[in-house]
C-alpha cells in the first residue's frame, strides 16, 4: 500500500456541482493533514489543513476519519477557478517530514 | 512582502555540469527543504534542514548537495552524479514548532532543463 493514495482523476464537473475527493494513508500515527493546490507549472499553495474535527473555509470543507485512515474535501458550487490538481499531504510521525499524494486533477467545465 | 523566492526559474545544464539553485525566505522560518517534482508522481523529497549548519538527506539526495549557512537560504546543487535531473524543483520552509506539525509554504519553483 502506498504511503498517501489517491485517485489521479481527473474529474470532470460542471460549474455549481459539488464534488469530494477522498486521500488514503498508510501510517495510522500521523497527526498532521493538509490540502494544497497545484496549478499547472505552479507550486503547490496551502488550501487548508485538516483537523480532527473537520473544518470548513468557505465552499471547502476538509474532514478526517482517523478509523478508515483516509482525508476528504468536499467542493461546493465549483467555480472555474477551481480546477486544478488538489494534492493531500501527511506528516510522516516523530520527523520534520511529510509525504505528498499524486494529486487529483479537477476540471471544472463552463 | 514575506515569501520564499527561487532562482532562476529556468535552468539549462549541459552534460558534467554542476548547477547550483537558489532558495531565500525571509519569513524567519527555520525549517527549509527541497523537493523535486516530475510529471505524474508526487513531491519526492531531497534534503531538508531545521537549523542553520544542518541538514539531513531526504529520500532521493544522491546526485545533489546542500548548504545552511544562513536561516534564509537552503541553496541546492545538482551535480554531474544526478543522471536525471530534468525537473520541477521546489523549495519550502515551515515554522519549526515540534517536528511536522505546521504547514509548508513553497518558492515558485525552478524549472531545471538538459541540453
Known amino acids: 500500500r502506498k504511503e498517501v493514495e489517491q485517485d489521479p482523476g481527473p474529474f470532470n464537473v460542471p460549474e455549481g456541482a459539488t464534488v469530494a475527493f477522498n486521500c488514503t494513508y498508510s501510517?495510522?500515527?500521523?497527526?498532521?493533514f493538509f490540502w494544497y493546490r497545484q496549478d499547472c507549472r505552479k507550486e503547490p499553495k496551502l488550501l487548508m489543513s485538516?483537523?480532527?474535527s473537520g473544518n470548513e473555509d468557505g465552499r471547502f470543507t476538509a474532514q478526517l476519519n482517523r478509523a478508515s485512515q483516509y482525508i476528504s474535501l468536499l467542493i461546493r458550487d465549483s467555480k472555474l477557478s477551481d480546477s486544478a490538481t488538489y494534492l493531500c499531504?501527511?506528516?510522516?510521525?516523530?520527523?520534520?517530514?511529510?509525504?505528498f499524494g499524486t494529486g487529483t486533477r479537477l476540471k471544472v467545465l463552463a | 512582502d514575506g515569501g520564499i523566492t527561487q532562482s532562476p526559474k529556468y535552468l539549462f545544464r549541459k552534460e558534467g555540469q554542476n548547477v547550483t539553485l537558489s532558495c531565500e525566505q525571509n519569513l524567519n522560518h527555520d525549517a527549509m527543504y527541497w523537493y523535486r517534482q516530475d510529471p505524474g508522481q508526487g513531491l519526492r523529497l531531497i534534503y531538508y534542514?531545521?537549523?542553520?549548519?544542518?541538514?539531513q538527506k531526504g529520500d532521493i539526495a544522491e546526485g545533489y548537495s546542500v548548504s545552511r549557512e544562513k536561516k534564509e537560504s537552503f541553496p541546492l546543487t545538482v551535480t554531474s552524479a544526478q543522471k536525471n535531473p530534468t525537473a520541477f524543483y521546489l523549495c519550502a520552509s515551515s515554522p519549526d514548532r515540534g517536528l511536522s506539525q505546521e504547514t509548508q509554504y513553497f518558492g515558485p519553483g525552478t524549472r531545471l532543463l538538459v541540453l
Open positions: 534542514s531545521q537549523i542553520v549548519n544542518d541538514f
Open positions: 499531504v501527511v506528516n510522516i510521525p516523530g520527523t520534520y517530514k511529510y509525504i
Open positions: 485538516v483537523y480532527s
Open positions: 501510517n495510522s500515527a500521523s497527526q498532521s
